[in-house]
C-alpha cells in the first residue's frame, strides 16, 4: 500500500504493534510481476472512492472533551456504551469523553463507529447509533457556533442538571446551558463551512463570545461577555 499504510494505521491503531515478518518474498513477488500501485486502483478503478471513504480524512471541525459552558467541570460523555444517551459526567479526558465533529458533520465517539444521532422528539437524550457512512445522513448532521445544533430538526443539545442527560431542546442563544466548549475548535474551518445561524450577525466564535487562543491550548476560557457589553466600556 505505500504511503497509505500510514492511513490503515489511523483507522485500525492496534495494527501498529503487529509485527508483520518477513515480507521480503510478497515484495520480490510485487516487483517482479510488476503490480501496480494502490494510488494507480485509486485513480483508474475506483475514482468516486476517495470521495466516500478519503484514505486521509480532512480535518475535524472540533474535537476533543466537550465542556458546559456553565460549569467547566462537566463534560459530555457516552458513558461507556455503544448504544444509548449522551450523559453529562465529571470532566476525566477519557476515551468516553472524546469526540469529534468531523468532516462530514458528524459527531463520533473514539471509537470512529458510532456517532450522535437526533431524537425523533424535542426534549429526548442525544443517543448514539452506528455511523452511517453516505455523504450525508441528516440525522447525524451537526454544527457548532458554540450552540451544538441539529440540522435536521433545527433543535440544540442542552445540560439538563436533573437528569444529568444532554437533550435536544429549542434553541436560544442567551442559554448558557446550551453553549458548549470543545478542547480543539478548527475556527478557520467552521467559519467557512457553516453560514452563521439565522438571524444572527455572524459566528458567534468571532463575535458575541470572546475566545482567547481557542487553537491549541489545554484550557479554553470563554469571557462571559456580549459583544455590546464590550462596546459599551470601551
Same mark, same amino acid.
Given at each position: 500500500m /505505500?504511503e ?5 494505521y489511523?483507522? +485500525?491503531k ?5 509485527d508483520? =515478518?518477513?515480507?521480503?518474498r510478497e515484495i ?5 510481476l ?10 483508474e478503478?475506483?475514482?468516486?472512492l476517495?470521495l466516500t471513504?478519503?484514505?486521509f %480524512?480532512p480535518p475535524?471541525y472540533a474535537?476533543?472533551?466537550? *465542556?458546559?459552558?456553565?460549569d467547566?467541570?462537566?463534560?459530555l460523555? +457516552?458513558g461507556?456504551? %455503544?448504544y /444509548?444517551?449522551?450523559?453529562?459526567? =465529571?470532566c476525566h479526558s477519557?476515551g468516553? *469523553?472524546?469526540?469529534?465533529? #468531523?468532516?462530514k ?6 471509537s470512529?463507529?458510532f ?7 424535542? /426534549? ?6 452506528n455511523?452511517?457512512?453516505r455523504d450525508?445522513?441528516p440525522? *447525524?448532521?451537526?454544527?457548532y457556533d458554540p450552540q451544538?445544533? #441539529?440540522?435536521?430538526k433545527g433543535?440544540c443539545v ?5 437528569t444529568r442527560v444532554a437533550k ?6 442567551d ?9 480543539f475548535?478548527n ?10 445561524f439565522?438571524?444572527?450577525? =455572524? ?8 475566545v482567547e487562543?481557542?487553537? =491549541?491550548?489545554q484550557?479554553?476560557v470563554?469571557?462571559?461577555h456580549?459583544t455590546?457589553?464590550?462596546q %459599551?466600556t470601551?
Amino acid at each position: 500500500m /505505500g504511503e497509505y499504510a500510514e492511513a490503515l494505521y489511523r483507522r +485500525n491503531k492496534h495494527l501498529r504493534e503487529v509485527d508483520p =515478518g518477513d515480507i521480503s518474498r510478497e515484495i520480490e513477488i510485487r516487483d517482479r510481476l510488476k503490480c501496480r500501485s494502490f494510488q494507480w486502483f485509486l485513480d483508474e478503478i475506483a475514482p468516486d472512492l476517495s470521495l466516500t471513504y478519503p484514505p486521509f %480524512e480532512p480535518p475535524d471541525y472540533a474535537n476533543g472533551t466537550i *465542556q458546559s459552558a456553565n460549569d467547566l467541570g462537566t463534560c459530555l460523555d +457516552n458513558g461507556a456504551r %455503544e448504544y /444509548g444517551d449522551i450523559i453529562l459526567y =465529571g470532566c476525566h479526558s477519557g476515551g468516553t *469523553q472524546y469526540f469529534s465533529l #468531523s468532516w462530514k458533520k458528524t459527531l463520533r465517539i473514539d471509537s470512529e463507529q458510532f456517532c450522535w444521532q437526533v431524537p425523533h422528539e424535542l /426534549g429526548k437524550p442525544v443517543t448514539t447509533y452506528n455511523c452511517q457512512n453516505r455523504d450525508h445522513v441528516p440525522a *447525524q448532521s451537526w454544527r457548532y457556533d458554540p450552540q451544538i445544533q #441539529s440540522e435536521a430538526k433545527g433543535w440544540c443539545v442542552e445540560a439538563d442538571w436533573k437528569t444529568r442527560v444532554a437533550k435536544m431542546t429549542t434553541c436560544d442563544r442567551d442559554n448558557i446551558d446550551q453553549r458548549w466548549i470543545f478542547k480543539f475548535v478548527n475556527r478557520q474551518l467552521i467559519e467557512k463551512q457553516f453560514p452563521p445561524f439565522p438571524g444572527t450577525q =455572524g459566528h458567534v466564535l468571532t463575535s458575541a463570545w470572546d475566545v482567547e487562543d481557542i487553537v =491549541g491550548i489545554q484550557d479554553i476560557v470563554y469571557r462571559r461577555h456580549r459583544t455590546s457589553e464590550t462596546q %459599551e466600556t470601551s
